[in-house]
Nanobody
């Protein structure tokens, strides 16, 4: 059971990246799948989340309108399309998933402790 992330990299401000999170050994049925990010010396923060049951989404206020989370259930993969990237988006981005047992997972109250399956992380660097 694992999550495999890909798609990080370095871009200039205003650029775009698309992160992918593929599940291996399980399916995303009845799951909450989230993207967290952690900058050096800062806490891990939930950036976006999607519920596989109804595609309900959550976005951190600072990324709303720039990031889009989506799921392809046939490919068992969740994507995070990041547009108009800013230097403050620089961080290691982690994919996380867990069975959807609380609707707080995909909300402003979502926490890293809600999720038990994590990817290895992918670096996103945005230069000014």
């Amino acid at each position: 059971v694992q999550l495999v992330e890909s798609g990080g990299g370095s871009v200039q401000a205003g650029g775009s990246l698309r992160l992918s999170c593929a599940a291996s050994g399980f399916t995303f049925d009845d799951y909450a799948i989230a993207w967290f990010r952690q900058a050096p010396g800062k806490e891990r923060v939930e950036v976006s989340c999607i519920q596989s049951t109804d595609a309900k989404t959550y976005y951190l206020t600072s990324v709303e309108g720039r990031f889009t989370i989506s799921i392809n259930s046939a490919k068992n993969t969740v994507y995070l399309q990041m547009n108009n990237l800013k230097p403050e988006d620089t961080a290691v981005y982690y994919c996380a998933a867990d069975k959807l047992i609380s609707y707080y997972y995909c909300s402003a109250w979502g926490s890293s402790t809600d999720f038990t399956t994590w990817g290895q992380g992918t670096q996103v660097t945005v230069s000014s």
